[in-house]
């Protein structure tokens, strides 16, 4: 008979170490329940009153805003719908977005890390739709990570939907885990980048950077 002790549901103790399998296409107002019940569960472990008016909602706002906001970008499902244009004009040169706002949450904390992306490419057969790239950046960022998994992840993403290698991302992020609790430093920013195909290059690398705001 297999143990129950790491369900805590029995006994109210949650071990950390157990894995509890999800499965992954489960509706989001299933997902939006499991969620709710146990978030009411911690509120309880905190000793928080959930008679109390404001914090009645609580649970099912959380569930709520985790599955359909923050953490929509678990769910491949939710992707945005990317249009393409064929590269009628046959554009060679780089396209940068700047100032693409993002926010997402530290995986370790579970609290959030926002910033600014950029994202640039050359083009081969096709260009993205503008807004598209934004659309994407959004999308995959709304999900708990780090922010070096994220940036990879952004590059590898636009490569594989731009059918090029030619692609930079680079995201500056102040994250509150750091901030707001540990060494609660406020200013520092943390900084990652991806560089593919001809940015690899120095002179690229150069272009891309002379080519945002900031620097
Ligand atoms: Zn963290």
């Not at 993205?128 to 070096?148: C, D, H, M, W, Y």
């Not at 590898?156 to 680079?170: M, P, R, S, W, Y």
């Amino acid at each position: 008979m297999p143990s129950n002790k790491n369900n805590p549901q029995n006994n109210g103790v949650y071990n950390s170490n157990a894995t509890q399998v999800i499965d992954p296409c489960m509706l989001a107002d299933d997902k939006q329940k499991v969620i709710a019940f146990h978030f009411a569960k911690i509120m309880d472990s905190l000793g928080l009153d959930r008679n109390d008016p404001s914090l009645q909602e609580t649970p099912n706002r959380v569930a709520k805003m985790y599955v359909n906001e923050v953490f929509r970008g678990l769910d491949s499902r939710n992707f945005p719908k990317v249009t393409l244009f064929e590269n009628t004009g046959g554009y060679d040169e780089m396209i940068l977005v700047d100032r693409i706002a993002l926010y997402s949450y530290c995986e370790h904390h579970f609290v959030p890390f926002f910033g600014e992306a950029t994202i640039a490419y050359i083009p081969k057969d096709h260009v993205i739709g503008l807004s598209k790239i934004n659309r994407i950046v959004q999308f995959i960022a709304s999900k708990p990570q780090i922010q070096e998994k994220l940036t990879t992840e952004i590059g590898q993403k636009f490569n594989e939907i731009l059918q090029t290698q030619d692609v930079a991302v680079f995201i500056e992020a102040n994250h509150l885990c750091v901030a707001s609790r540990g060494v609660a430093d406020k200013r520092s920013v943390t900084r990652t980048s991806f560089f593919g195909g001809k940015f690899r290059k120095e002179k690229m690398k150069t272009k891309f950077f002379n080519s945002m705001d900031k620097f």
